[in-house]
């Protein structure tokens, strides 16, 4: 089924819920393309770290904005929404039907609803002040000058804590955010998951990105030039796994805390999704497909 008009779908959800498996088969079955929306996907060489989808698992369905970034360079929000709206003009222009989807929520709010992000530059000499803290420190810190972003942002990546930061230091105040919306019908999805079911969809697809290899893809990013630092501040599986590499954490704690803080970060995406009134939540892949239907 191929869309009549200009419509776009959004898919979310929290990680493990399966949205990359959806999004494929819904383009299989309208005439779709992948746009990612993952903060970890964007980048070049973070495959089994970042989840991202493989080349068998696409069933040669044409995904955007994965591997379009270096590593170790900074790329924002505003550059994901750059690159989004030319991937969605793409493929409107192809008569296709852009599917966004992934679990950051900023971008897609980004993307989406056209957020006009302030373009602000790398303080380095804040940067180092801000270095010296501790993830607790910097998280109180930004609970103080932006209680709202501190309830979404992960509590526990330094970077995160410190670019948010860092935009307010510049900019003197908390920015209020404008609005430039997509002109197009959108429609969005949730895949909603209960709490024991997500864990164990957790647990299992760490296990499964271990055993292919996760760990000397991690340890292959360093060796390239991506340092500890840098490693750890893309938070999760690349923190702990850049612990572990060094030897400041065990396996099992390895294995504990990753655990913890990947559920936890499920926790505070649905903290993000959950208000939205726009998002239709789904609990079969069926029902995924009456909705595209109906909307289409």
């Keep these: 089924m191929q869309p009549k008009t200009s419509h776009i779908l959004v898919i979310v959800g929290p990680t493990a819920s399966g949205k990359s498996t959806l999004a494929v088969s819904l383009a299989k079955r309208f005439h779709g393309e992948v746009i990612s929306a993952d903060s970890r996907q964007v980048y070049k060489g973070m495959n089994l770290g970042s989840g991202k989808i493989t080349k068998e698992e696409m069933k040669g369905i044409p995904h ?86 501190a309830a979404i942002i992960d509590s526990k990546n330094p970077r995160r804590l410190i670019r948010a930061l860092e935009i307010i230091d510049t900019l003197g105040k908390v920015p209020k955010l404008k609005k430039n919306p997509l002109p197009y019908p ?51 599986e690349y923190r702990y796994s850049a612990l572990f590499l060094q030897k400041k954490i065990d396996k099992e704690t390895f294995m504990r805390e990753l655990t913890n803080q990947i559920l936890d970060y499920a926790k505070r995406q649905m903290i993000w999704f959950r208000p939205d009134p726009r998002i239709h ?16």
């Design 186 to 236: 959108t429609l969005f999805i949730g895949i909603a998951k209960d709490k024991e079911q997500l864990k164990r969809l957790v647990r299992t697809r760490l296990e499964k990105r271990i055993n292919m290899g996760m760990l000397t893809e991690i340890k292959r990013l360093h060796t390239k030039g991506v340092s500890w630092k840098k490693l750890e501040s893309f938070g999760l």
């Design 281 to 296: 939540w789904i609990s079969k892949p069926s029902e995924a497909m009456r909705l595209v239907k109906d909307f289409l």
């Design 64 to 149: 955007h904005l994965l591997d379009v970034a270096d590593p170790r360079r900074t790329f924002t929000a505003s550059h994901y929404a750059r690159l989004g709206r030319a991937a969605i003009h793409t493929i409107l222009r192809n008569k296709k039907l852009p599917i966004i989807c992934g679990g950051t929520g900023f971008y897609i709010r980004a993307l989406v609803d056209g957020l006009v992000i302030p373009e602000v530059k790398p303080n380095i000499k804040l940067r180092r002040i801000l270095e010296k803290k501790s993830v607790t420190e910097l998280f109180n810190l930004l609970k103080k000058k932006d209680p709202e972003r």
